[in-house]
T-cell receptor, first 112, second 116 residues
Framework: GQQLNQSPQSMFIQEGEDVSMNCTSS?????WLWYKQDPGEGPVLLIA?????ELTSNGRLTAQFGITRKDSFLNISASIPSDVGIYFC????????????FGKGTLLTVNP | NAGVTQTPKFQVLKTGQSMTLQCAQD?????MSWYRQDPGMGLRLIHY???????DQGEVPNGYNVSRSTTEDFPLRLLSAAPSQTSVYFC???????????????FGPGTRLTVL
């Protein structure tokens, strides 16, 4: 099946630092999504990308849909303690159903 | 709206026992799905449904059954639990299934299942 390679697996940063994480795939996706999961909760959608080259922001978060449609990145600027959690990328390759493929996640720890 | 609700929140089973994980949504969403989350594995799709009476397999369907008799409910059944099914299970729903901007998937809070 399709696989998404998400990196890094984990990050430990100081409050105020910027963060960057990315996902790559060997196959093309039509939609890229970025989710955040807080401990003990379900994932919550942060940003959705629908067009190659698209750059979208949501507050301090910025994500881009790669031109090749095989990658996406998420940046978090000026990190704060509540940014702690697991960040997942997910891709949808299109078709008659809506089967999302998820990356394995990036665990972000922010040191106050 | 309550959104996506899941019960129970925690469950411990013995090998061979059966149980049903409940999932309900009150948003009139057509698409519902079940994922399992294991450490270091991300979320993997078990089964999904694009409407009442329609279900299909995802990436890891073995050992699980589903049915969709109503738009609101999408239960996941474990017929004979195995230790390999120890995981956190998430139900999700979305308005549609085309991957467009209105098809945001909303996740429930999860069920933490341990099989001894």
């Amino acid at each position: 099946g399709q696989q998404l390679n998400q990196s890094p697996q984990s990050m430990f940063i100081q409050e105020g630092e910027d963060v960057s994480m990315n996902c790559t795939s060997s196959s093309i996706f039509n939609t890229w999504l970025w989710y955040k999961q807080d401990p003990g909760e379900g994932p919550v959608l942060l940003i959705a990308l629908y067009k190659a080259g698209e750059l979208t922001s949501n507050g301090r978060l910025t994500a881009q849909f790669g031109i090749t449609r095989k990658d996406s990145f998420l940046n978090i600027s000026a990190s704060i303690p509540s940014d702690v959690g697991i960040y997942f990328c997910a891709g949808f390759s299109g078709g008659s159903n809506y089967k999302l493929t998820f990356g394995k996640g990036t665990l972000l720890t922010v040191n106050p | 709206n309550a959104g996506v609700t899941q019960t129970p929140k925690f469950q411990v089973l013995k090998t061979g026992q059966s149980m049903t994980l409940q999932c309900a949504q009150d948003m009139n969403h057509e698409y519902m799905s079940w994922y399992r989350q294991d450490p270091g594995m991300g979320l993997r799709l078990i089964h999904y449904s694009v409407g009442a009476g329609i279900t299909d397999q995802g990436e890891v369907p073995n050992g699980y059954n589903v049915s969709r008799s109503t738009t609101e409910d999408f239960p996941l059944r474990l017929l004979s639990a195995a230790p390999s099914q120890t995981s956190v299970y998430f139900c999700a729903s979305s308005l549609g299934w085309r991957g467009v901007s209105t098809d945001t998937q909303y996740f429930g809070p999860g069920t933490r299942l341990t099989v001894l």
